[in-house]
Structures are given as C-alpha cells and as structure tokens.
C-alpha cells in the first residue's frame, strides 16, 4: 500500500531550497520514502510541486488512514480531510493560512499539500 503526498512551496523558493524541503521531509516521514519528483508548479508563480511516496507494511484500510493522519500532523496542521467509505480511500488536503500550526519552522516553507491512499 502507498500513499502519495504532494507538497507545493511558499512563492519565490529555489530549487535548491525546494530540495532542501524534500530532503527534510524524507526524514520526517521515515524510512519507505522515497521523492518522485521536485519540478516547477505552474499553478502559482515560482513555486516547485515535491512529489512524494510512502511504502505502508500495513493492507488495514483503517489503520493506513490513521497513519495519514499521524504523518501530515508531523508537518502541518489544519488539513481537511475527504474519506470515501465505499472505496475506502482518504485524500487529506492542507492550505496554508493564518490558522496553520507548523510543527516544524522549514515546514512553514509548505503552501499548499496533499495526501491520497
């Protein structure tokens, strides 16, 4: 089982900062994760999409979609959360606002993420 995380950066980072990002939040998600990708997102000026995937060693529908939710509070908070029982699949979406709990200070580098099993 995988979950695919996209994280988009604050405006105005470099890639080099942007790997940088990646390269914290490898450690912050653990082992089984691996970067997909980091390439500009054209969506909102000079931004970079970090296009990630994490390895689950659990197939329990339930406790994978308490794991996505242990994850992305290690990194940010509020998220929204949009769960579809009948296929069981979660997608949590996270913008960054005047609420937003950073739980780590490089993480306020995050403007917009998402989290789909």
Request: no cysteine; charged share 20%; aromatic share 8%.
């Amino acid at each position: 089982m995988k979950l695919l995380i996209t994280i988009v950066t604050q405006p105005k980072q470099s890639i080099a900062e942007a790997q940088e990002l990646g390269n914290l939040l490898l450690n912050e998600l653990g082992e089984n994760t691996i970067i997909q990708s980091i390439e500009p997102y054209t969506k909102f000026e000079s931004t970079f999409a970090i296009n990630l995937e994490k390895t689950l060693p659990d197939s329990n529908t339930a406790t994978i979609i308490h794991l996505a939710i242990s994850l992305a509070d290690k990194l940010v908070s509020p998220w929204l959360t949009y769960y579809d029982n009948d296929l069981e699949k979660i997608e949590l979406i996270y913008n960054h606002s005047e609420h937003t709990q950073i739980r780590k200070n490089t993480f306020n580098q995050i403007k917009w993420a998402q989290i789909i099993y």
